[in-house]
Every structure is written in structure tokens, then in C-alpha cells.
């Protein structure tokens, strides 16, 4: 289902208000790497807002590395993004990491993402798979391209046909990044598969320096969208504190990657 045979046109998944992924226009998500609280939450909606962002990132369930750091606001996390978003015409996502918790965040989230470490989870695809509602699947953490369309592959099985792919780097020896972006994933994916591909630069590259000529990348490789986190006080948070952009270098970024004239 997910294979570009016999499926030569390629996907255009349409969330709320029309904005379409995989269609002629590049998207934009961006956001905290976690909800934190009401006012870092609503700080960042209303400086998307302006810039011109549609779609809004949080994480309520953080699949930590270690179980001491913070683990995410779980439901009330999901409340405070979408309180957020309505209040500024956004559209809001956030990673769901057990099957139970679907049903009730299905209120709150335009997009169901699986994270990176949920990829191989295939109770969690099927599960997803089940419900109507966008999903955004992230490449495995040592995923094979082939292991990530099978992945999609569960999701569609079960009936779901709106998923979107991300590229967030891989595990290599390579120690100057956090991950090693994998650019070529994306024209591969593009041809493989008829579905839309996006490129987060904030955990395939760890690296502030480089996030734009990376974004820049992915979309003249033929990328769909770009993810970015993006926090109020990045030295601050409670997760990912290295590699969130303030809301100045976001707007910095966004403004530079629009004017590249490869966002389209
Ligand atoms: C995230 O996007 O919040 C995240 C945890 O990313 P990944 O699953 O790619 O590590
Ligand atoms: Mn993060």
C-alpha cells in the first residue's frame, strides 16, 4: 500500500482548513520539543501565528531516555497545546506512545506522531492505523529505509491511508551531530513510496549552526515539509535545551529558508 506501484500520484494528505501535505506548498512545523506549561505554550502559538506557521509541534508523552528526566504533562500537556492552537488558528501535533491513550487524544491532536523509538512498535501502528485522523511516522532510531515503509505498511493495513513520513536522522559513528541526517532517505522514500516525506532538522542534526543549510537540503532533495522544535527560552527547558531555537532564531530561520526561494 505504501509502494509508489501502481500508485503513481503522489499522496496529498489534507488536514483542517485545507492545508495539504504532499501537495505543491512545503509545510512548516514547529514547536517546543515538550509542553511545559500555559504561558511557554502560548508564547510560542502566538509567535507562529505570526510568522505564518499552520501547524504546531508539542510533546505531552517524551519517550526519555532516562526515566528520571521529564517525562511530558501526558493529557494535560495535550489540553494545553490545543487550547493554545485554537487561540492562534493552529493546527496542532504531538507523539502518542501507547494504544490506550488514541481514544482521548484524538480531541486534542490534528496529527497523531509516532516517535522514532515507537517505529518497530506494531501494536502501536495497528492501533493507529484504526482511526481516522493524519499520522506522522518518524524513521527509527537504526531503522533500514525498508523497515520504515514496512512500518507505514502496518499503519495502512488497517485501513488508515493518511501517513506521512519524517527523516530524523540516524545512529552513526559519527559524533559532531546528534544523529546523521540522512538526505538521500528523502528522494529514495519519494520514489519508493507515494507518500509525503518530511525532514526534521532539530533531531537528526542536535546542531543550531547547521539547521538551515540542512532544511535548505531536504527540501531541494524533495522533502514536503521541514520540522523544527522551537522553545521561548531554549537554556530553560525541559528537554532537548541544547537545540531548541528561540522564537528570534526561528523567525531568523524561517524568513532565511523562505527567502532561499526552495520553500515553496
Ligand atoms: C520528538 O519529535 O519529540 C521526538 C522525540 O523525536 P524522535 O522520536 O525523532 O526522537
Ligand atoms: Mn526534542
Known amino acids: 500500500l505504501v509502494s509508489r506501484k501502481g500508485h503513481?500520484?503522489?499522496?496529498?494528505?489534507?488536514?483542517p482548513g485545507d492545508i495539504t501535505v504532499g501537495g505543491l506548498s512545503s509545510?512548516?512545523?514547529?514547536g517546543p520539543c515538550s509542553i511545559e506549561s500555559e504561558l511557554q505554550t502560548r508564547t510560542v502559538a502566538a509567535a507562529l501565528q505570526k510568522a505564518g506557521v499552520k501547524v504546531m509541534r508539542g510533546g505531552a508523552f517524551k519517550?526519555?531516555?532516562?526515566?528520571?528526566?521529564?517525562?511530558?504533562?501526558?493529557?494535560?500537556?495535550?489540553?494545553?497545546?490545543?487550547?493554545?492552537?485554537n487561540d492562534h488558528g493552529l493546527l496542532t501535533i504531538s507523539e502518542i506512545v501507547d494504544p490506550?491513550?488514541?481514544?482521548?487524544?484524538?480531541?486534542?491532536?490534528d496529527i497523531i506522531q509516532i516517535g522514532a523509538r515507537n517505529m518497530h512498535n506494531f501494536e502501536l501502528l495497528k492501533a493507529v492505523g484504526e482511526v481516522n485522523k493524519p499520522v506522522l511516522l518518524k524513521r527509527g532510531l537504526s531503522a533500514t529505509l525498508e523497515e520504515f515503509l514496512h512500518a507505514a505498511e502496518y499503519i495502512m493495513s488497517r485501513g488508515n491511508t493518511q501517513v506521512m513520513l519524517i527523516e530524523r536522522g540516524i545512529r552513526t559513528y559519527e559524533k559532531w551531530t546528534r544523529n546523521t541526517l540522512d538526505i538521500s532517505a528523502v528522494p529514495i522514500l519519494?520514489?519508493?513510496?507515494?507518500l509525503p516525506v518530511l525532514v526534521d532538522v532539530t533531531h537528526s542534526t542536535g546542531r543550531k549552526d547547521i539547521m538551515l543549510p540542512c532544511a535548505k537540503a531536504a527540501l531541494a532533495a524533495g522533502a514536503d515539509g521541514i520540522m523544527i522544535e522551537v522553545h521561548p527560552d531554549p537554556a530553560t527547558a525541559l528537554?532537548?535545551?541544547?537545540q531548541q531555537l528561540n522564537i528570534e532564531e526561528f523567525n531568523t530561520f524561517f524568513t532565511d529558508l523562505k527567502s532561499s526561494g526552495i520553500y515553496r
Do not use: C, N, W
Not at 27 to 30: D, G, Q
Not at 102 to 108: C, G, R, S
Open 239 to 242: 528537554s532537548d535545551a541544547a
Open 190 to 194: 519519494k520514489q519508493e513510496s507515494h
Open 100 to 109: 490506550r491513550h488514541i481514544d482521548a487524544a484524538l480531541d486534542y491532536v
Open 27 to 30: 509545510l512548516m512545523v514547529a
Open 8 to 15: 503513481k500520484e503522489d499522496t496529498v494528505v489534507v488536514l
Open 63 to 85: 519517550p526519555r531516555t532516562s526515566p528520571y528526566d521529564f517525562q511530558g504533562l501526558g493529557m494535560d500537556g495535550l489540553r494545553i497545546l490545543r487550547e493554545a492552537a
